[in-house]
């Protein structure tokens, strides 16, 4: 379980996340909603290592992951915003990048697990990145995710910009990996989707986690934050 307690993240003068407190159990989604601002991608590379918190502690699996010497945790595989692949690498490329450091054996392994799971890469293995649709540079940024056999997944608005179709087939990969046994955290614009998806809703504002209730409480919760 990754706990994360009274976490704050600052910039400067800009508190971007206060005191937030919640757990990402093994095998459950939870989805972050929240306005542009709100803190949500502070809250993901606060958990990730890549920003260092004001206040607050991060643990994963036990190991508190804020004390010094810090160090980006492996066990935690990560999908950022905007997917961020290079676009001159291929498909395989891409893949053997995320696996990190580990023995050959371990790479052809996860590959072939990859590939079995995202059929649309294991057509496109020698295609560059860059020249890849929406949808099949999402699913190649999860499975470069994936190569590094994380029991975490943190998504960072994976479905923004992608079609209807595409965002049904995110939504289906993180209900797959979520039934092996993933612990996911989702930051998802598409509020209905997120809500649907996720078995635990944190609702930002503000930098601050407030109560989440039921859909209509969440929407006006946003809506409020939008508008002050
Ligand atoms: P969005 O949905 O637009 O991606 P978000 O909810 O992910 O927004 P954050 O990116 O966490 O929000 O930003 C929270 C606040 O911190 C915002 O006011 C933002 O301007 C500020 N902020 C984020 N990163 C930095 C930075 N590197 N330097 C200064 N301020 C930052």
């Not at 502070?42 to 290592?49: E, H, I, P, T, W």
């Not at 930002?204 to 508008?227: K, S």
Request: aromatic share 2%.
């Amino acid at each position: 379980m990754i706990s994360v307690r009274h976490l704050s993240v600052s910039y400067g003068r800009i508190a971007a996340l206060q005191d937030a407190s919640l757990d990402i159990c093994a095998g459950e989604v939870s989805a972050v909603v929240g306005v542009n601002g709100a803190g949500k991608s502070s809250l993901v590379r606060a958990v990730l290592g890549l920003e260092a918190p004001t206040a607050g502690h991060i643990t994963i699996d036990g190991t508190d992951t804020t004390v010094w010497p810090s160090h980006k945790p492996r066990s935690i595989g990560y999908v950022p915003e905007g997917r961020v692949l290079a676009g001159a690498l291929t498909v395989a490329e891409t893949l053997r990048l995320g696996a990190g450091r580990v023995a050959r054996n371990h790479i052809a392994t996860r590959t072939a697990g990859v590939l079995a799971r995202f059929p649309e890469l294991a057509k496109r293995l020698n295609q560059k990145a860059g020249t890849l649709s929406g949808g099949e540079a999402t699913m190649l940024a999860v499975g470069r995710a994936l190569m590094a056999a994380p029991r975490y997944l943190l998504l960072d608005e994976p479905t923004l910009g992608l079609s209807p179709a595409a965002t049904d087939r995110v939504f289906g990969i993180i209900a797959e990996l979520k039934k092996d046994g993933l612990g996911i955290l989702l930051v998802e614009q598409n509020l209905h989707r997120a809500i649907a998806a996720a078995d635990q809703h944190i609702v930002l504002r503000h930098g601050r986690i407030v109560p989440a209730g039921d859909i209509t409480t969440i929407e006006n919760t946003l809506l409020q934050g939008a508008t002050s």
